[in-house]
């Protein structure tokens, strides 16, 4: 059973900086691209990033330059450093599985870490 | 505003069908065949329920169906039971710097 959990979420304010992190387990992660996906309160999904299985990395405009996605594939592990976080950015955080050749996919999701950004 | 336009809010009896559309533009629905479908309930992560417009994963239920014509793909529940009220997401590979897109969500209630 695929199973990803982040953690790293919480209350920063206006100009810091977060990590979050996503382990996963019941696939061959190193295999798989990984994408973080938004949701704020509330509202609907924004995809925010994506790193594929060789490690190449793609950005919302919206985060681009603030935000950088990578893995270690000893840990089973994605990682979404975010930079100059602004109120905007508060919103509960999931990563999810990308499964490219069977319609470009994500079909495992995490249960979401809550990223707060205020003073 | 999200990039594709769904309706807010949808509802129907048990037992009776309803279609949830999602409205997008030549770059994203209309030029590939990548369209999914989410279901998210309240507190939870969201599932995928439907990929490549009109197939469902392995567990998913057949009441479950989905179908695009143009710039508009559509997600129809027969059979609508209690547990099918959730929100539900469409979302569309793009092939351009934008990668993906969501709708805002509509939102389903059984009456």
């Known amino acids: 059973e695929v199973q990803l959990l982040e953690s790293g979420g919480g209350l920063v304010q206006p100009g810091g900086s977060l990590r979050l992190s996503c382990a996963a387990s019941g696939f061959t992660f190193s295999t798989y691209g990984m994408s973080w996906v938004r949701q704020t309160p509330g509202k609907g999904l924004e995809w925010v990033s994506v790193?594929?299985?060789?490690?190449?990395?793609a950005y919302a405009e919206s985060v681009k330059d603030r935000f950088t996605v990578s893995r270690d594939n000893s840990k089973n592990t994605v990682y979404l450093q975010m930079n100059g976080l602004r109120a905007e950015d508060t919103a509960v955080y999931y990563c999810?599985?990308?499964?490219?050749?069977?319609?470009?996919?994500?079909?495992?999701w995490g249960q979401g870490t809550l990223v707060t950004v205020s003073s | 505003q999200s990039a594709l336009t769904q309706p807010a809010s949808v509802s129907g009896s048990p037992g009776q069908s309803i279609t949830i559309s999602c409205t997008g533009t030549s770059s994203d629905i209309g030029g590939y065949n990548y369209v999914s479908w989410y279901q998210q309930h309240p507190g939870k992560a969201p599932k995928l329920i439907i990929f490549e417009v009109g197939n469902r994963p392995s567990g998913v239920s057949s009441r479950f169906s989905g179908s695009k014509s143009g710039n508009t793909a559509s997600l129809t529940i027969s059979g609508l039971q209690a547990e099918d009220e959730a929100d539900y997401y469409c979302s569309s590979y793009t092939g351009s710097s934008t990668n993906w897109v969501f709708g805002g969500g509509t939102k389903v209630t059984v009456l």
């Open positions: 999810a599985k990308l499964t490219w050749n069977s319609g470009r996919i994500f079909d495992s």
């Open positions: 790193i594929s299985d060789s490690g190449v990395t």
